[in-house]
């Protein structure tokens, strides 16, 4: 069985930019998460989307945004990038809420 | 703020004896507790849940909570060279296994000596 899939594994842009980041969770999977891990902060939560559905967000601003698509893929968007941004962004899913979740690779971001 | 604490490390221990991380959390109303392992350049992996107080074991592993005096640890008995690792805690104010608003800790970067 396919874990989760991320996609580019690698990606650099320049400040001010737009990234796109996706994610395809394990088949049957319905949850979505996302997150950061920024070097010397750890991983930091900063979306869920469930049913096609965003349900909870971290403390970043609007610019980090997402959506999930019927598939349950999602996308997660950061616009106007800043230096500060680059960062390994993973992505985790599950089969609900309350079940254990798993992560992807992630995608590394780079903007310089 | 909710916080989860960690202590860095690294953490040495020879081949075969028992490994001890430990976690604090802020939040008192966090209701599940992870421990995660993550390998130099590689994605977190879940290694064990736990939801109630006392002790929980799969196998080499053993998972402690103690929700009074707010802390999580994770023995690792017979360490094996394998096992060296950052592990990484995770506390939800959910019930439940799912990744919505974890709060992570920094992680302990474990080395075991053979």
């Known amino acids: 069985e396919a874990g989760v899939t991320q996609s580019p594994t690698h990606l650099i842009k320049t400040r001010g930019q737009q990234a796109t980041l996706r994610c395809s969770p394990i088949?049957?999977?319905?949850?979505v998460y996302w997150y950061q891990q920024a070097l010397g902060l750890g991983l930091q939560f900063l979306l869920w989307y469930d049913e096609g559905e965003e349900r909870n967000r971290g403390n970043f601003p609007p610019r980090f945004s997402g959506r999930q698509f019927p598939n349950y893929s999602s996308e997660l968007n950061v616009n106007a990038l800043e230096l500060e941004d680059s960062a390994l962004y993973l992505c985790a899913s599950s089969p609900d809420r309350n079940t254990e979740a798993f992560f992807g690779q992630g995608t590394r971001l780079t903007v310089v | 703020q909710k916080e989860v604490e960690q202590n860095s490390g690294p953490l040495s221990v020879p081949e075969g004896a028992i490994a001890s991380l430990n976690c604090t959390y802020s939040?008192?109303?966090?209701?599940?507790f992870f421990w995660y392992r993550q390998y130099s350049g590689k994605s977190p992996e879940l290694i064990m849940s736990i939801y109630s107080n006392g002790d929980k074991e799969d196998g080499r592993f053993t998972a402690q909570l103690n929700k009074a005096s707010q802390y999580v640890s994770l023995l690792i008995r017979d360490s094996q060279p394998s096992d060296s690792a950052t592990y990484l805690c995770?506390?939800?104010?959910?019930?439940?296994?799912?990744?919505?608003?974890?709060?992570f800790g920094k992680g302990t970067h474990l080395i075991i000596q053979p």
């Open positions: 939040d008192r109303v966090s209701q599940s």
């Open positions: 995770a506390v939800s104010p959910y019930s439940g296994g799912g990744a919505d608003g974890l709060t």
């Open positions: 088949s049957g999977h319905t949850s």
